[in-house]
């Protein structure tokens, strides 16, 4: 079974801190992928990263970063966390190169900026 | 560009009744189609899928047709279970072009004993 780990399932910080959250894959997936899921507004893609070093932005990539040093984790970074960045943080990865668009997801971190 | 719309929820039903859930989806191309499922607490899974055309994805007793005339794919289950409540996401890829899936908003499904 694909298993996507994520480093944290609930995490509190404050505002303006430098907040990192990580998420591994085990299956050797090309892609990985960062969404933030607020009610009401659904999933949400942040960035995404097809290749190790490679990275896109999504549609909502403002006040985020990423890494993707090694194939099987995808850093996401709060460089300056805000209140407004409080939400549920989930990491998805798929297989790319053409062999199937399903992602699998990770259970997810609920990050509360205060 | 693509989108997908499902019906807003949430949606309260009594143990054993018939579910559906409506998904319409705007896509150029020939987009594959997914519904996904996030139970509390967790993050999504894949329910179900349907990669063309009348074709018709099936698990666990939820059944969803491909259908390109009404560009629909509507989540229907005979007999809900309590267990079955959860936030369903209805969503779109289209492979050829990028590996991005486009989801709903979800819909929230409250079981009732």
């Known amino acids: 079974d694909v298993k996507v780990t994520q480093s944290s399932r609930y995490l509190v910080k404050r505002t303006g801190e430098k907040v990192f959250l990580e998420c591994v894959q085990d299956?050797?997936?090309?892609?990985m992928f960062w969404y933030r899921q607020d009610p009401g507004l659904g999933l949400r893609l942040i960035y995404f990263?097809?290749?190790?070093?490679?990275?896109e932005k999504g549609d909502i990539p403002e006040g985020y970063s990423v890494s993707r040093e090694k194939k099987e984790r995808f850093s996401l970074i709060l460089e300056s966390a805000s209140t407004n960045q409080t939400s549920m943080y989930l990491c998805?990865?798929?297989f790319g190169r053409g062999i199937t668009d399903t992602q699998y997801f990770g259970p997810g971190t609920r990050l509360t900026v205060l | 560009g693509n989108s997908v719309t499902q019906m807003e929820g949430p949606v309260t039903l009594s143990e054993e009744a018939f579910l559906t859930i409506n998904c319409t989806y705007t896509?150029?191309?020939?987009?594959?189609l997914f519904w996904y499922v996030q139970y509390p607490g967790e993050g999504l899974q894949l329910l179900l899928k349907?990669?063309?055309?009348?074709d018709k994805g099936s698990n666990k007793g939820f059944e969803a047709t491909y259908r390109k005339e009404t560009t629909s794919f509507h989540l229907e289950k005979g007999s809900v279970q309590v267990s079955d409540s959860a936030v369903y996401f209805c969503?779109?890829?289209?492979?050829?072009?990028?590996?991005?899936?486009?989801f709903g908003k979800g819909t929230r499904l409250h079981i009732l004993p």
């Open positions: 299956m050797d997936h090309e892609n």
């Open positions: 349907a990669t063309k055309a009348d």
């Open positions: 896509a150029t191309g020939y987009p594959s």
């Open positions: 969503a779109l890829s289209e492979m050829n072009r990028d590996d991005k899936i486009i």
């Open positions: 998805a990865s798929s």
């Open positions: 990263s097809y290749d190790v070093k490679m990275k």
